[in-house]
């Protein structure tokens, strides 16, 4: 690893992990010097694309040190034919939702389609001439971030039309623990792309393998998929992301605490968007267990027209508390049933989108019915049992 890449996460470390103990901050450096990227295996993937015309799949986190996965191809000599861009840009100039233009790469003049909003898959004439594509973005663990989902219609696509798919693995941040109710089939959405747990604990590459060997892809379809795999990584690693994976995860905070307070956007109660700290909050206006006061507003490139906008709100900040998930290796469920117990109207606590999130509507229905935190977690248990057993067979790298 270049020296100044190690600098460069020692520093995020130091400032991003204060909170942490010192032996938490002890084991998440571990290994980090050794750790080899699948996009910094060119020795591998090279030869497997050199003669054949290339897509790349990519966004602002498909970086090799300060060297962009495109710019690196085209240092290589790779026939790079055009470029496919995920939520939030090829550049991840985006907020979450906004439409995605497709067109040139300013830079590079490669052609560029977004794979967002209506046109989620590419088409065949997307594909005409391409003959393999290279998938290598950053993910953060959590089923409902729309990465997975992504690589999901790729595979598809792929599939379809005989092309070979590379995926470039990188770690998963929160790939350390397994939570969350698996989803049930009938709540399939661009959130909830397979049946598989909030924390699902697998990296892109394992994701891609569990699918294709699942046969979850359409009409049971298997994609030609090559994962270029890492080196030296396990999944108690706590790798720090050196660039952030999208607007409003701008930080470690966030990112830890992203799969525990994305529930909350399905319902009446803001996560910070629209303020400094993203996904590192909770509250509403007059919330009664609030002491930190705060005012959504709309943020250019980042969030547009945030919950509760331009209106104060009292709530808890939780950048401190991400240390809970490390202890306990669970999702925080206290925090999304004690705010929905606090809330004065309950019959507008949720939303239509609470039960995508959840990938089930049984969660919504024990809140309402008054479950216990530990009575909801109990109801989960059979259904990740299942999962750990089928996830066995598609691991690339230990748990440790």
């Known amino acids: 690893m270049p020296k100044y890449k190690q600098i460069t996460i020692a520093l995020i470390c ?3 992990f204060y909170s942490c103990n010192a032996q938490t901050r002890e084991e998440m450096m571990s290994g980090l010097d050794k750790l080899i990227l699948g996009i910094d295996r060119t020795e591998v993937y090279l030869p497997l694309i050199y003669t054949k015309r290339t897509a790349i799949v990519a966004n602002q986190t498909s970086m090799s040190g300060k060297t962009h996965l495109v710019d690196l191809l085209i240092s290589k000599n790779v026939n790079v034919v055009k470029v496919f861009a995920p939520e939030h840009g090829f550049r991840g100039e985006a907020g979450p939702g ?28 997307d594909l005409e001439g391409v003959e393999c594509i ?3 973005i950053q993910d953060v663990g959590a089923r409902f971030y729309t990465y997975i989902s992504t690589l999901y219609y790729l595979m598809e696509a792929c599939a379809e039309n005989k092309i070979q798919l590379l995926v470039l693995d990188r770690p998963n941040p929160n790939g350390f623990y397994i939570d969350g109710p698996v989803l049930d089939t009938a709540y399939l959405s661009f959130v909830g792309i397979a049946p598989i747990p909030v924390v699902h604990g697998l990296t892109v590459g394992e994701f891609a393998k569990m699918a294709n060997g699942e046969g979850w892809l359409k009409n049971n379809m298997k994609c030609e998929l090559t994962v270029i795999e890492m080196e030296n990584y396990n999944h108690s690693m706590l790798y720090p992301l050196p660039v952030r994976p999208s607007p409003n995860l701008p930080n470690m905070d966030a990112i830890y605490l992203y799969p525990s307070l994305c529930f909350f956007e399905g319902a009446a109660v803001s996560i910070g968007r629209g303020t ?34 331009d209106k104060q709100c ?33 019959t507008k606590f949720f939303n239509n989108f609470f039960d995508k999130l959840a990938g089930t509507d049984l969660l919504r229905k024990q809140m309402l019915a008054g479950n216990s935190v530990e009575e909801i977690r109990k109801s989960w248990q059979p259904g990740l049992e299942q999962y750990r057993k089928i996830r066995s067979q598609y691991l690339l790298y230990p748990d440790k």
């Open 14 to 16: 130091l400032a991003t």
């Open 98 to 125: 906004d439409h995605i233009d497709s067109g040139k790469d300013k830079k590079t003049g490669l052609s560029l389609v977004s794979l967002y909003g209506s046109h989620r898959k590419p088409s065949p004439a």
């Open 134 to 136: 290279l998938f290598d």
């Open 276 to 309: 400094d700290f993203p996904f590192q909050l909770i509250g509403y206006p007059g919330y009664s267990k609030g002491n930190f006061e705060f005012t959504p507003v709309e943020i250019a490139g980042v969030i547009q027209d945030p919950p509760f906008e």
């Open 314 to 346: 009292k709530g808890k900040k939780l950048n401190n508390e991400q240390k809970l998930i490390f202890e306990k290796k669970q999702l925080n469920l206290e925090w999304l049933v004690d705010t929905y117990n606090a809330y004065p109207d309950k």
